[in-house]
């Protein structure tokens, strides 16, 4: 049983950061039921905070809060132990990332926070700070966002070639920091750095989103060839991944690029991004359904 365990656990983790999402779902959902008819916590824990990650990242946000909120929960128990608290610190950040994903933003910060209570340093500790800077993003606060980040890497390992993912991500926020500063080509300079990471760390989820961010600041940069270049790519990545966030965001963004240069391929990809949205409302909740289909920019592309 215990190596029958290690195996899906193994399985699942190399599928939620280097292959496709469902296929991490399917073997991290038969860790989490082995780990717990074996009794064994801290596997199930780890098995649980990887499954709400890869449910999350194929566009299952509603099954991923469901996952991740009762992890976050149980560490906070005053009878929690320490690995308890690892896995709910890293459950806070997954959290905060889903309800990024969403537009809900105080409530990312929120989770954030919560998870931040837990951490005692390392992988949890950053996650939840660079977290925090995401949320400073997306509410506007770029002084936030530039002290939160600053305090993440001052969590980062001396030696380059550690913490790939984490590197990666940290670009993604230096990128956002640099567009809600109206500076794209620094975004440009991240976006890059990130699709190099994520290329050498054969992690097709992560150069996908690189490459998203790559073409949203060409296009910021009124470089729509080289922003559609990057967006096609990272959208035929997604696609051939089952990961739908970055489908939908990747398609109706080079949708809107190409609307006066290519309106086939402009219709197209806006037709996709729309199955996309929809997919993604159909495993959300009632109230936060409506909040998904009514958020303007999601509204926006239903109606056009």
């Known amino acids: 049983m215990a190596e029958d365990l290690g195996q899906l656990l193994a399985l699942g983790e190399r599928a939620a950061f280097h292959g496709p999402p469902a296929k991490a779902v399917v073997a991290l959902e038969q860790a989490v039921a082995a780990a717990q008819k074996a009794s064994r916590a801290p596997e199930a824990a780890a098995a649980s905070w990887l499954l709400g990650l890869s449910l999350g990242a194929a566009g299952r946000y509603g099954s991923a809060l469901q996952t991740l909120t009762p992890l976050l929960e149980a560490g906070e128990a005053t009878n929690a132990g320490r690995e308890a608290r690892l896995f709910a610190a890293l459950a806070g950040a997954s959290l905060g990332s889903v309800r990024r994903q969403l537009g809900r933003h105080s409530e990312a910060r929120e989770a954030d926070q ?182 303007p920019d999601i509204a926006a592309l239903l109606e056009g």
């Open 114 to 295: 919560r998870g931040a209570a837990l951490t005692e340093g390392g992988e949890s500790a950053f996650a939840c700070r660079l977290g925090l800077a995401a949320d400073a993003v997306g509410l506007g606060e770029a002084d936030a966002a530039r002290a939160e980040m600053e305090a993440a890497i001052a969590l980062l390992p001396e030696r380059p070639t550690e913490w790939w993912r984490q590197r990666v991500r940290l670009d993604w926020v230096r990128a956002e920091v640099a567009l809600l500063d109206d500076d794209p080509k620094t975004a440009i300079s991240a976006a890059e750095a990130a699709v190099e990471r994520a290329e050498k760390a054969r992690a097709p989820r992560h150069v996908a989103k690189s490459l998203l961010f790559q073409g949203v600041a060409h296009v910021t940069a009124s470089a729509p060839e080289g922003g559609a270049s990057a967006l096609r790519r990272a959208a035929t990545l997604a696609e051939g991944l089952g990961a739908l966030p970055l489908v939908w965001s990747a398609r109706a963004v080079l949708g809107a690029v190409l609307i006066g240069t290519n309106a086939t391929e402009s219709a197209t990809s806006l037709g996709v991004a729309r199955s996309a949205v929809l997919t993604i409302a159909s495993d959300l909740p009632d109230e936060l359904r409506a909040d998904w289909l009514g958020r």
